[in-house]
DNA sequence: TTGTAAGCGTTATCAC
DNA sequence: GTGATAACGCTTACAA
C-alpha cells in the first residue's frame, strides 16, 4: 500500500476541488467550464459560480503538457536595445498577442554560442514556433536544423541565413533605393554618390543595384568611382567623404548607407563650409526618428519598417501554425523599403 | 474495457521509449539520464547512449506541470520600442539568462484593460515570477494583488504604483538633479530655468526637489517662477521656452525634462537667434545616445540606468524566488542617477 | 446529461 | 541497484 502522498496544493484550485463541493465529476466540470454543449444549465451555472468564487483559474501548464502545444513562440534576436529590432519585436508581440500567443524572448548578443543555448531553451520550453534574427557570426546553423527536425516551424526575419529551404521574412532595399536616386535625380542632381557598407553584405549589394538601376532607368551613365564602400564608423564616413568630394566630377549630393551615417556625413560636410541641402544633398535608409531633431536631416530617408517586418513574419508563423501554410511550403516574403521624403 | 488511445507520438522519444528499448523501467532511466547515484555505471552509459541516439530530449512541459514551476518570468511593460524601456528588458533578460530563467514577455502601451489582460495571461502560464513597469494610465491595481494572492512574487520598476506593500526598484532623479544644478552653478550661471514635466508625476517631484536643494546648497535663493511645467510635446516646449525667455531675470540655462525635449528646446532656442553654450545651455535627463548625433546635445544629461534598474529587477525577483528574501520583505531599491558631462 | 477512467511525461516514494 | 506505481491537473472517448 503505497502512502497517499500530500498534495502539494498551489494553493491555487482546481476543477478536481469543484467537482468534489458539488459533487460531481472533473469531466462535468471541465466540460461545463467549457461551455460544451451536454452539459444542463442548472449545473454549468453552478460550476461556473463556484468557480468564480474559488478564484479557479486553469493551470495552463497542465493543459500545455497535454495537448503538446504552448501558444507561445520564441524570437530570438541579437540585440534588444537596437530601435530596429525593438520595434521589430514591438510588432512580433502585437501580432502574437492578437492570435492569443504569448512571446518567449532571447537574446544572442551576435554571440554563436549563447544562440544555440536560446534555441535550446526553446525548444526544451516547447515553443509552438520560432522567430529568428540570427547574428552577425552565425556560420553554422544545425540548432536551426533541430528544430525543423523536432517540426518547429522557424521563421526568420530581416538577418536570415543562406540557406535553401527556410521561411523568411525580410525588407528589400532596391526598390527603396531606386526611388531615393530618383528623387535626387528629380531635384537635378546628376552627380551623386554613394556611402554604401561592407560589400559582402546582402544589404549593400541591394542599395548598389537599386542605383545603377535608376541610373539605367533615366538613361544616364553609371560611373563605379561614385559608389564607395565604407564600414559605417563615424571616421569610415569621413574618409568616405573625403574621397567623394576629391573627384573631379563635383558630387551635389549622397545616398549613405543609414540615418548614422548620414549625420556623420552631414558634420563631415559641414567642416568643409558645404552648405547642407545646396552644395550637397543627403538621403539615407532607416527613417530613424531622432534624425529629425538633429539640425540637418538627410531630405529623405528609406524606411525599412521593423514594425511591419515583426508582423509580417509572425503572420507567416501563424499561418505556419494553423496548418494553412505547410511546414515544406517555403516562402519568402520581401516587404519593399520606401522613401520618405522630409525636405525639398 | 477501454480503447487503448493512439499514442499521438509528437515524434518527440520519452523516457518510456527508452525504457522500452532497453527493458528497464522508466524510474530507471529517469535516474540514469540524472546521474542518481544508486544507478550502475553500465545501466547509466546504456541510457545516455541510446538517449543520446534517439535524440531524446526531456519535455520540459511535463515537467513544469509535475514540479508546479515553470523557470520563466513575466515582464510587462509599457513599449517595447522606447530606448529606456528597450534597455532595461536586455538587463532583465542578461540576468534571467544568467540565472536560467526565460522571459515571457508582453506590452500594455500604456492601456489598462490590456495590462490587465497580459497579467491574466502571465498567471495562466504560471510564471515564477513578474517584473512590471504600470501604464501611465493604470489606476487600479487589482490585477497585481491578483498576483500576490497567488504567491507570484512581483518587482516594479521605473513606473512603480503608488501602494505600500510592494517590491521595486526605481531610480531617484533627486541627485541627479542636484548633480545637473551643481554643474551650471560652477559654470557660472545663476538664473536657471526648467522645463518639468506634469506635476502628477513622481519623476517631476524629485526633479523639483533636487533643484531646490541644489540651489539650497550654494544658498541662493529658489525663484518659483523659473520651474515651468509642460507636456512633454515640441509644443508645449516651445511655449515653456518662449515663457521661461520672457521673464525679467535673464534665463542663462535650463535644464530639460528629457533629451528630446532638450532637442525641442535647442530648436526653439535657434530660432531666437540664441547661441547654444553662449547664450543659453541646457542640460537635460535620459543621456539618450543620439542625442549625441545632434547638432546641440544637452551640455550633460543625467544617466537614469535602464540596462541596471532591468538587473536589480531581476536580482530582487531571483532573491524573492529562491526564499532568499521573503515574500512579504518588501524592499524599495532606490538607484542613484547621475550626471554625464557632455561639453563644458 | 453525467460519470468513469485513460493518458499526456516526468519525478519521487516505497518495496524488493 | 532496480522496478512498480501514484501523483501532478486536465481533456476526452466511451459507458451509462
Known amino acids: 500500500m503505497y502512502c497517499m502522498r500530500k498534495v502539494v496544493s498551489s494553493g491555487q484550485p482546481t476543477i478536481k476541488e469543484i467537482a468534489k463541493r458539488l459533487n460531481i465529476s472533473v469531466s ?8 460544451h454543449h451536454s452539459i444542463g444549465l442548472r449545473t454549468k451555472t453552478r460550476v461556473k ?11 495552463q501548464t497542465a493543459i500545455y503538457f497535454q495537448q503538446g502545444k504552448t501558444f507561445t ?29 504569448t512571446v518567449l524572448l532571447g537574446q544572442s548578443h551576435d554571440d554563436e554560442d549563447r544562440e544555440k543555448q536560446i534555441i535550446q531553451s526553446m525548444k526544451q520550453h516547447r515553443v ?11 556560420s553554422s546553423y544545425d540548432h536551426f536544423e533541430m528544430l525543423q527536425q ?20 525580410s525588407c528589400n532595399l532596391e526598390s527603396g533605393t531606386v526611388q531615393a536616386v530618383d528623387f535626387l535625380l528629380k531635384q537635378g542632381h546628376r552627380i551623386i554618390g554613394m556611402i554604401n557598407g561592407p560589400e559582402t553584405m546582402v544589404a549593400s549589394k541591394e542599395r548598389a543595384t537599386g542605383y545603377i538601376k535608376a541610373l ?14 565604407a564600414d559605417l564608423t563615424a571616421t569610415g564616413t569621413a574618409e568616405a567623404m573625403q574621397y567623394l568630394l576629391s573627384l573631379k566630377r563635383k ?3 549622397v545616398v549613405t548607407f543609414n540615418d548614422y551615417v548620414a549625420m556623420d556625413a552631414v558634420q563631415y560636410a559641414l567642416k568643409q563650409k558645404l552648405e547642407i541641402n545646396k552644395d550637397i544633398t543627403f538621403v539615407s535608409y532607416a527613417n530613424t526618428p531622432v534624425s529629425g531633431y538633429t539640425a540637418f536631416p538627410p531630405a529623405a530617408s528609406v524606411e525599412q519598417f521593423p514594425y511591419e517586418q515583426g508582423q509580417a513574419a509572425t503572420n507567416m508563423l501563424m499561418s505556419l501554425l494553423s496548418g494553412e501554410q505547410a511546414l515544406n511550403d517555403y516562402k519568402h516574403t520581401i516587404m519593399e523599403s520606401q522613401l520618405v521624403i522630409h525636405h525639398r
Not at 509552438?128 to 552565425?138: A, F, L, P, R
Not at 521563421?155 to 527556410?166: A, G, K, S
Open 150 to 169: 523536432a517540426r518547429i516551424p522557424v521563421v526568420f526575419f530581416d538577418r536570415i541565413p543562406d540557406l535553401p529551404n527556410i521561411h523568411s521574412v
Open 216 to 229: 539605367r532607368k533615366h538613361r544616364l551613365k553609371y560611373d563605379p568611382e561614385l559608389i564607395v564602400n
Open 73 to 101: 513562440i520564441g524570437i530570438l534576436l541579437p540585440e534588444l536595445s537596437e530601435a530596429f529590432f525593438s520595434s521589430a519585436i514591438s510588432g512580433i508581440e502585437d501580432t502574437a498577442y492578437s492570435n492569443n500567443y
Open 251 to 253: 558630387v551635389t549630393a
Open 128 to 138: 509552438d514556433g520560432c522567430i529568428v534574427s540570427i547574428g552577425k557570426n552565425t
Open 49 to 59: 459560480q463556484l468557480a468564480a468564487e474559488m478564484n479557479y483559474e486553469r493551470n
Open 28 to 35: 462535468t466540470v471541465s466540460r461545463a467550464l467549457h461551455d
